[in-house]
């Protein structure tokens, strides 16, 4: 290996004299290439943060193993949630994304860890902050972007917008808040009732959690001992109250009262994977439903007419940028471990912010739906039947 790498880079030196940096650099993927397999560590374990446990004797362990695969792959989802919704800012600010549009940036340790944690055969549904979560089930960020500006190519032919994007398994992002938290009890109702060993998600913010409506939900899936984990992605602020003075308290870890709590580092995607395989087995085995609180922090403001700084100062967003961020975080672990060099991230950067400007070139000029797609897919599996327009004697065919 040493070998090689002496002839490699005597070859880079010449190829430097004679054509200049574009070949250095070429060369030097050519060196990253070339360690891939020998020189770098396939995995390594890492200590994580203790969780707060309600209920519990015992919680998630206090290390993580990580291989080297699972570490890229991370990497490269949270910064393709992070690229896109810096694009879907750009786009929305240049009014070429209108209406309600919630990023979902300084989150991704959260759907990253949570999808670490389950499998795409198991269940999930969200409130309205839900492209990170279409990306990690299954969408792509062509789709995703064409969703956002209203174009044919959208992942719901471009009638869903921000809120509402749909894949299997995954039940959208959801606008009534907290009314995606009784729904997904329904979903893990069929999982217990088919006896599929499958599991719901039913996430909501710390805002929702005030909503009487998941207390009654946290009942009946007590009762009825149903798959599901809730998890309440606290961060911090709501739509613009700060947690403290919206709630008397701010355990939601312990909001289910008879039901299992876990307190979680969001930031932490190996906090977050461990914490949820931990949930996971904890449905899977028949013990009824757990409740997991991950504290995290957006970036953006609510919605994209919300400044955010109104109510926290820009200084508090720094810090935890620099203090906290999940993608930093993850790849300071990988570079210290030797599993990733400073190129090959480098080199996924680069390949991220193309794919995100291809999308965005895409969404910017596939066609808008035709007005007789207007009352398609009313319901599924159905013959085509007549609808009414805008007027009465405008008709329209709705296929399923």
């Known amino acids: 290996m040493q070998k090689m790498l002496t002839i490699i880079s005597n070859v880079l030196r010449g190829s430097a004299r004679r054509n200049g940096a574009q070949v250095v650099s070429e060369g030097a993927s050519l060196v990253v290439a070339s360690r891939s397999y020998a020189d770098f560590t396939p995995e390594a374990t890492f200590d994580i943060k203790k969780?707060?446990?309600?209920?519990?004797?015992?919680?998630?362990?206090?290390?993580s193993t990580l291989t080297r695969e699972e570490g890229l792959k991370y990497y490269r989802t949270m910064q393709t949630i992070r690229r896109m919704e810096l694009k879907a800012d750009q786009l929305y600010k240049?009014?070429?994304?209108?209406?309600?549009?919630?990023?979902?940036?300084?989150?991704?340790?959260?759907?990253?860890?949570?999808?670490?944690?389950?499998?795409l055969s198991d269940h999930?549904?969200?409130?309205?902050?839900?492209?990170?979560?279409?990306?990690?089930?299954?969408?792509?960020?062509?789709?995703?972007?064409?969703?956002?500006?209203?174009?044919?190519?959208?992942?719901?032919?471009?009638?869903?917008?921000?809120?509402?994007?749909?894949?299997?398994?995954?039940?959208?992002?959801?606008?009534?808040?907290?009314?995606?938290?009784p729904l997904g009890a329904g979903v893990a109702l069929a999982c217990k009732y088919l006896g599929n060993d499958q599991l719901c998600v039913s996430l909501y913010g710390d805002g929702a959690a005030n909503q009487g409506q998941i207390f009654e939900t946290y009942n009946m899936s007590s009762l009825w001992k149903l798959p599901i984990i809730f998890i309440c992605e606290n961060n911090q602020y709501a739509m613009g109250t700060s947690v403290e003075r919206s709630a008397a308290s701010t355990e939601y870890y312990k909001r289910g009262d008879y039901i299992p709590g876990i307190r979680v580092d969001g930031m932490d995607v190996l906090c977050v994977r461990e914490a949820t395989k931990f949930a996971a087995a904890h449905c899977r085995s028949g013990k009824g439903p757990i409740l997991m609180e991950l504290q995290t922090y957006r970036y953006h403001g609510h919605s994209m007419s919300d400044p955010g700084v109104s109510y926290r100062t820009r200084e508090e967003i720094q810090e935890v940028r620099s203090k906290s961020d999940p993608i930093s975080m993850l790849k300071d672990r990988m570079l210290s471990n030797n599993m990733a060099s400073i190129e090959e991230l480098k080199e996924i950067d680069i390949a991220v912010r193309k794919e995100i400007e291809d999308a965005a070139q895409f969404a910017t000029t596939d066609p808008e739906p035709p007005l007789d797609d207007l009352c398609s897919h009313i319901f599924a599996n159905d013959q085509p039947f007549e609808v009414r327009g805008a007027t009465p004697w405008t008709k329209l065919t709705s296929t399923s």
Request: glycine content about 20%; some cysteine; hydrophobic content about 35%.
């Open 94 to 119: 240049q009014k070429i994304i209108r209406g309600f549009c919630h990023l979902y940036d300084g989150q991704e340790a959260c759907a990253v860890g949570i999808e670490g944690g389950i499998t």
């Open 51 to 63: 969780v707060d446990l309600h209920r519990l004797e015992e919680g998630p362990p206090l290390t």
């Open 124 to 181: 999930l549904i969200t409130a309205y902050r839900a492209h990170g979560y279409t990306l990690t089930r299954g969408g792509t960020v062509r789709e995703i972007m064409a969703e956002l500006t209203g174009r044919r190519g959208g992942i719901a032919k471009g009638k869903g917008g921000s809120m509402h994007m749909y894949t299997k398994n995954f039940y959208g992002g959801n606008g009534i808040v907290g009314a995606q938290v």
